[in-house]
T-cell receptor, first 115, second 117 residues
Framework: SQKIEQNSEALNIQEGKTATLTCNYTNYSPAYLQWYRQDPGRGPVFLLLIRENEKEKRKERLKVTFDTTLKQSLFHITASQPADSATYLCALNPSSGGGADGLTFGKGTHLIIQP | GAVVSQHPSRVICKSGTSVKIECRSLDFQATTMFWYRQFPKQSLMLMATSNEGSKATYEQGVEKDKFLINHASLTLSTLTVTSAHPEDSSFYIC?????????????FGNGTRLTVT
């Protein structure tokens, strides 16, 4: 069956360190993968998209990698800050072809940055 | 840009009544909108794809007669939970893409917390 697994339900990181979140998928062949941030009681907010032919993508303190052989994406936040505390979701389009299908999401990792 | 507004943010209703949730794209046109449901500590689950001017496409296991979707214009989709029951209590979130490309990110509303008593 198809699965998207994010490494842990919660992750505690000390301020200033790099937080690394993992997203593994099974029985998908996504052309791209996306990462979102969700704060309590709010809708998700898009952060980064990485395509299957891209190894790495960066945006300010964020970095995403995508390994289609391992079927894994890593999401890094460098110089983490308490304001980075949130739930981070990975998502992919389950359809290998075109179309406007909605994304399938992992459960998310609740990241807590401790001062 | 690409703002999605969802209303109401919270609603409490009695069992057996119907509730309508509105989703508007404020600064772009959305031919397709998506409705998700999220239970506590669970992932967002896609319920249906709302297509402007045509019938919605429902995911497996989602009752189309219970969750009525109307996408009457390029900026408005509504989800009506009919004959609500306590098990329908959840966080409902809509989203839309400002462009047709399949890799375009989704822009989400801030969700509606539905509590059925």
């Amino acid at each position: 069956s198809q699965k998207i697994e994010q490494n842990s339900e919660a992750l505690n990181i000390q301020e200033g360190k790099t937080a690394t979140l993992t997203c593994n998928y099974t029985n998908y062949s996504p052309a791209y993968l996306q990462w979102y941030r969700q704060d309590p009681g709010r809708g998700p907010v898009f952060l980064l998209l990485i395509r299957e032919n891209e190894k790495e993508k960066r945006k300010e303190r964020l970095k995403v990698t995508f390994d289609t052989t391992l079927k894994q994406s890593l999401f890094h936040i460098t110089a983490s800050q308490p304001a980075d505390s949130a739930t981070y979701l990975c998502a992919l389009n389950p359809s290998s072809g075109g179309g406007a299908d909605g994304l399938t999401f992992g459960k998310g990792t609740h990241l807590i940055i401790q001062p | 840009g690409a703002v999605v507004s969802q209303h109401p943010s919270r609603v409490i209703c009695k069992s057996g009544t119907s509730v309508k949730i509105e989703c508007r794209s404020l600064d772009f046109q959305a031919t397709t909108m998506f409705w998700y449901r999220q239970f506590p500590k669970q992932s967002l689950m896609l319920m249906a794809t709302s297509n402007e001017g045509s019938k919605a496409t429902y995911e497996q296991g989602v009752e189309k007669d219970k969750f009525l979707i109307n996408h009457a214009s390029l900026t408005l989709s509504t989800l009506t939970v009919t004959s609500a029951h306590p098990e329908d209590s959840s966080f409902y979130i809509c989203s839309a893409k400002p462009s047709r490309g399949t890799s375009s990110p989704l822009h989400f509303g801030n969700g509606t917390r539905l509590t059925v008593t």
